[in-house]
């Protein structure tokens, strides 16, 4: 089993329209959740953190369930410009120290 | 502040030939450091991380090596290029397991 798995996408959504994605993680003693954008042939940049309270970021929403394991982004009223691949990101502890692993992303498509 | 730096931004090599791509950060210290691969169309595989000098751990046995020679310098290597390892090499580096991971701008390796 992957350590992050996301939904697989591709997402095709009209402007406006509002976007879920989900990611589940195996490890229960990850320590911290993130979300980050890629546009297509660019680095990975942090969106946004995601706090055991849940947080919110103008348009987007991030949830975590850490009895389920499960991290969620919610982008609402979607621009043309949110078009980009999603990462699911886990900081987890391990024999080496710690590591950072991103789940394989989910392409958005929005379009006109 | 904080950047990290990488290079080449482009590599074509052929099949066979050694690979040495350098990342280094600067404006901080002792920071967890990774190198990543991505293939056209996929998501982030983490391929090695350290936590200091000398320090590495390998996620996936493969053709590549790593090391970190210095604080603040992260070193991916190969003696002999597989057409498998084209892709896309982004290295990264984190202050500690809650904090998130930064990037640098990345290696697109073309092994011909």
């Known amino acids: 089993r992957k350590e992050v798995e996301q939904d697989p996408g591709p997402f095709n959504v009209p402007e406006g329209a509002t976007v879920a994605f989900n990611c589940t993680y195996s490890?229960?003693?990850?320590?911290?959740f993130f979300w980050y954008r890629q546009d297509c042939r660019k680095e990975p940049k942090l969106l946004m953190s995601?706090?055991?309270s849940g947080n919110e970021d103008g348009r987007f929403t991030a949830q975590l369930n850490r009895a389920s394991q499960y991290i969620s982004l919610l982008i609402r009223d979607s621009k043309l410009s949110d078009s980009a691949t999603y990462l699911c990101v886990v900081n987890m502890e391990d024999t080496g120290g710690f590591k950072t692993i991103f789940g394989a992303g989910t392409r958005l498509f929005v379009k006109a | 502040s904080q950047t990290i730096h990488q290079w080449p931004a482009t590599l074509v090599q052929p099949v066979g030939s050694p690979l040495s791509l350098e990342c280094t950060v600067e404006?901080?210290?002792?920071?967890?450091l990774y190198w990543y691969r991505q293939a056209a169309g996929r998501g982030l595989q983490l391929l090695f991380y350290?936590?200091?000098?000398?320090?590495i751990s390998s996620e996936v046995p493969q053709n590549l090596s790593a090391s970190r020679p210095q604080d603040r310098q992260f070193i991916l290597s190969s003696k002999k290029l597989l057409l498998s390892d084209s892709g896309f090499y982004l290295c990264?580096?984190?202050?500690?397991?809650?904090?998130?991971?930064?990037f640098g701008q990345g290696t697109r390796l073309t092994v011909v």
């Open positions: 995601v706090y055991s």
């Open positions: 350290s936590v200091g000098i000398g320090q």
């Open positions: 404006g901080t210290s002792n920071p967890n």
């Open positions: 490890n229960s003693a990850s320590q911290s």
């Open positions: 990264a580096w984190s202050g500690y397991i809650r904090a998130e991971a930064f």
